[in-house]
């Protein structure tokens, strides 16, 4: 026979403030670990939400990252021509030779930090359709124009329209402010391909985006490009290309897993804490179930599961606790390309569940023990108190 | 003063008594704070290890020359006879951000192509090696030294054959293992930059210029004449100290002083509601007692101070075992090559020792603080009719 739920709810009721001290402990112990999660996978998800199916990226080989490739200029005519690659309305091969630089520039807060700028041509546009004008203008060409993406405009110094930045040996002008899906491009500047090539003194390539007609030649497509020994390059999938960027969460996820596992068996003490005063403080009762017939596992089961409940409600409190944050924009470095990635702190369900399961398995370690003292409570015991 | 030291005394007996009186609680209540505790000292170990870089009497005289763009921008090696020039310069190191991969990329190291003519007078005691090492090194041309964390991760013995293969240039240099050092950071590599230099087929280039000044106070006063050098020229640059480097580096990561010091903040809060639950447990199947001592003659003082006390008992001694036990536990870590390099000394501070017992002390006030004063302001007669 079950002992009914409501008793374990009636009992953390009437230690109201033993319950609610409990369980805040808890739940500070979840909203942290959902926050980390939420870190992670905020940033993760900026790069596995980048690229289209079927692009690919054209880089030096050897080379793991545009940042460090650079190639001859008259290579783009030969990767344009190749067979397979996807054309637009006016018959022109889908290919954007494009460059990439850094600059190191103070953010609002004062320190500096490395932002990327992607030099690039009409056709850079054409392979992102993710990337939107939101204000101002798109760039015009030879006059050191700037396009500036809505999240590095809010973090960084002069970085907004009508604003202009010195690099190097000319001042740059902010025309306009784009948004990208909160893909990685929403970390980058854009400015006219030509420009960024003579600022920088730099007659090269960093990389050639190109869409291939379909899966196929893309296949065919990199093959072909890293068999060209004259040429010297690969062709890496987008999509494969930024997913390998996740990497940059790594110092997160392990920092986030140690605090987990830490705070996670600090909380399993103070729950068991909380549920041997219960027991001690109940002996009474517990004799009085027994005495009415309930079986030692029923006990064992219904402490259980009080110690459940209080760690749930706790784990409640913490989603509650850490869902503000949801949405709040942040940066940390991407060592692959050597610049600053902006993403946004993302709870999702999924995570909320997680910090559910993560208090739930809390109360469960916490109170087996003192569940098992409560089923060992004898009956002999009680009547001779 | 010595009086009232003697009341304490006199206390103590009793006090421990009513600490270990319920020892379950007790005990589970100190390690919760422990573990607590130990995450804390091990986050502020994080964040002053990010905040002070390790730093020696050489490296406090080292700046860093940079392309004023970023450090992704490329300086002429001529640069670095003009620095030479400048009074109060005793060295002089060009160097070069290899990213060589050595057999796989997960066998992530640090390899710097350096000019070899100053470069041990440039580090000085932080590029340990013997004479004989140095000389081997400074010999051949295609030889490099590694430091002796790395030699020993991929168990290189000197005159070993090392292969790398070149990301950011085209190039895949065959070194020769000529020393091993020793130092604050054992986890690089550094061959030589004329080497690499042939690979670029004279590119003449290069990324970086650690400068030594012969004194700590000249130190400003060259980085200003650095850069005022090449202000006009066609790489301008920014010099640092090596220290600012570093820190600036280490912002690039984003806000992590807030996101350590939140989390620590949580932490904290989450104990005193521990501490709290368990005194406020404690405190109440006593009132009773509290009621026979205060029968007894003992004042509102006293009892408050008894029971304050018994709480910092419990909270400090759980954080001194917490931050004690953090610091135990990583000075037989080699967190450094776990990390790969990225954690350095990882070594908890006394400060932090320090602050984490403050942090117990406070934690035990605050959270016997407002059971202890009801218990201490309840009448006697109250408190002997309560029923607990």
Known sequence: ?385 | MKEEDQTAMKFLPFLLRNVFRNRRRTLLTVTSIAISLFLVATLLTVLSELNEPPSTPDGALRLITRHKVSLANILPIAHKDKIATIPGVKAVVASMWFGGVYKDPSNFFANFAVTTDHVFELYGDDLRMSDAEKQAFLKDRTGCVAGRKLAKRFNWKLGEKIFLKGTVFQMNPELTLRGIYEGPDEGSLFFHWEYLNEGLNNANICVMFFIKADKAEDVPRIAERVDALFQNSTAPTKTETEKAFVLGFISMMGNIQLLITSICSGVIFAIVLVAANTMAMSIRERTREIGILKALGFRRAHVLFLLLSEAIVITLSGSLIGSWGARLLYSNMDLSTMTQGFLQRFYVTPQTLTLCALIGLAVGVVSAGIPAWQASRRSVVDALRRVV
Not at chain 1, 21 to 37: D, E, H, Q, S, Y
């Open chain 1, 1 to 385: 026979m079950k002992i009914p739920l409501k008793y374990n709810l009636r009992s953390l009721l009437v230690r109201w403030v033993g319950t609610l001290m409990t369980a805040l402990g808890i739940g500070l112990t979840v909203a942290i670990f959902i926050v980390m999660n939420a870190l992670v996978n905020g940033l993760d998800s900026t790069f596995v939400q980048t690229g289209h199916e079927n692009n690919l990226i054209v880089i030096r080989q050897g080379s793991q990252n545009e940042s460090n490739s650079y190639f001859d200029r008259n290579l783009y005519d030969t990767v344009r021509l190749l067979d397979g690659i996807a054309r637009d309305s006016s018959g022109e091969p889908l290919a954007s030779g494009e460059i990439t630089v850094i600059i190191n520039h103070p953010r609002l807060t004062g320190e500096s930090s490395n932002v990327l700028i992607r030099g690039v041509t009409e056709m850079g546009f054409k392979l992102r359709p993710e990337v939107r004008l939101t204000a101002g203008r798109m760039f015009r060409g030879g006059v050191r124009e700037l396009l500036v993406s809505e999240s590095l405009s809010r973090r960084f110094q002069n970085m907004q329209i009508g604003k202009s930045i010195h690099i190097a040996r000319s001042d740059w002008h902010v025309v306009g402010l784009f948004e990208a899906e909160g893909t990685a491009y929403d970390s980058e500047v854009f400015a006219g391909y030509e420009d960024v090539a003579q600022e920088w003194d730099r007659p090269i390539y960093s990389s050639i985006l190109i869409k291939a007609v379909d899966a196929q030649a893309a296949g065919r497509l990199k093959k072909r490009i890293e068999d060209d020994q004259r040429i010297h390059l690969q062709g890496l999938d987008q999509k494969e290309y930024f997913r390998a960027q996740t990497i940059s969460s790594v110092g997160i996820k392990a920092l986030g897993f140690f605090i987990a596992v830490v705070m996670g068996i600090g909380s399993c003490f103070a729950a068991m804490n909380m549920m041997y005063s219960a027991v001690l403080g109940r002996i009474k009762e517990v004799g009085t179930l027994r005495a009415l017939g309930f079986k030692k596992r029923s006990i064992l089961s219904s402490f259980l599961i009080e110690s459940v409940i209080l760690a749930l409600f706790g784990g409640v409190l913490g989603c509650l606790m850490a869902l503000p944050l949801h949405g709040l924009s942040t940066g940390t470095a991407n060592f692959m390309s050597f610049s600053e990635v902006l993403f946004h702190f993302r709870i999702t369900p999924a995570i909320l569940l997680k910090g559910l399961a993560f208090a739930a398995v809390v109360g469960v370690l916490g109170g087996i023990l003192p569940a098992r003292r409560a089923a060992k409570i004898k009956l002999v015991e009680v009547l001779r108190d």
